[in-house]
C-alpha cells in the first residue's frame, strides 16, 4: 500500500487523524493533512482506506 495526500485540496476536517491517527497528522500551523507514514503496515490498511472515505475533500490517494 501507497498512502498520497494532496494538502492544496486538504480542508482541514481531520477524519484521517481521527480514523488512522499512526499514519495522518494534521499541521500546526494550518491544519492541513501530514502523512507520517506513506507506506503503512498492513494491519493499518482497513483504517487507511476508511480515512480515504471519509475525506471530505478527497485529498488521500491510496495506491495498492
Do not use: Y
Not at 12 to 34: H, P, R
Amino acid at each position: 500500500m501507497r498512502v498520497t495526500v494532496d494538502r492544496d485540496v486538504c480542508i482541514a476536517a481531520g477524519q484521517c487523524v481521527i480514523t488512522a491517527a499512526g499514519v495522518f497528522d494534521q499541521g500546526e500551523d494550518d491544519g492541513l493533512v501530514v502523512l507520517l507514514q506513506p507506506s503503512p503496515p498492513a494491519e493499518l490498511a482497513a483504517d487507511v482506506r476508511l480515512a480515504m472515505s471519509l475525506c471530505p475533500s478527497r485529498a488521500i490517494t491510496v495506491r495498492e
